[in-house]
């Protein structure tokens, strides 16, 4: 199967696999929450696809009902999606207890509280209790993020096994990253392993800061799962990431009894 690398193109990944469902799960991934209507052009942007692809793409899952034509001439999602949708979302949810204890973390801390779980080349959000403050880190749950940036993609390539990061690189394309920025990283990935959490300062955009704590480790079963806090570096000093550290291992722990989603178990 082929998967997105972080500047967008579609890649080689492991396995097999049908081009044709590959292409069609690109074309989807163009809508979101905010953009549930868009173009031919927005879409062909979006999915990186040609042109011609995308729209044998839009015929067949607008037959199949997953995707439909608006009066204006743009596509939207269509009905059959609300079945997948109420299902994902069942699958998905945290428990109650675990969003309260989050919600609890973003307000001793002062900073967004997410709960990320690696997902082949991506992380995603499947949880997030936002900062009490005006100025914040905002991700909304079910975003995706390169494993190559941030203090919580770090820390999941190094719960995901003494193999993962050698996996990763190998999967990206030649002239993805610098024999340097490789290096770099593996040792990012290496202290990460070693000290169990990771720390990132204008990592994946100037100005905003992370600081992760494992969850779980990841395995051939299940995937690894981190709690990152994210907000202004001016306000990640060194001794408040201290204190985040400390209340970031201390709500992990309580997030490891209260559990993760039913799809991760």
Known sequence: ??????????????????RAVTRAFQVLQSFTADRPVLSVAEIVRDSALPRTTVLRMIETLVG???????????????????????????????????AERMTRLAQETGETASLYVRSGMRRVAVAQSPSPHSLRHVVQVGDEMPLLAGASSTLLVAASGPDAVDQMLASLPADRLSGVEAAAFRQA?????????????????????GVAVVVRDGDDRRPAVVLGLGGPTARFTEDRVDVFLAALEAAASDLRHTGLPPALD
């Open 1 to 18: 199967m082929s998967v997105i690398s972080e500047s967008g193109d579609a890649v080689a990944a492991e396995g097999g696999g049908v």
């Open 64 to 98: 199949e009902r997953m995707l439909r034509h608006a009066a204006d001439g743009r596509i939207t999602v269509g009905a059959r999606l609300i079945r997948l949708a109420a299902f994902a979302e069942a699958a998905w949810a945290v428990p109650e207890e675990t």
């Open 189 to 209: 990935v290496a202290a990460a392993a070693r000290d169990r959490h990771a720390v990132s300062h204008g990592a994946r955009e100037p100005g905003n800061s």
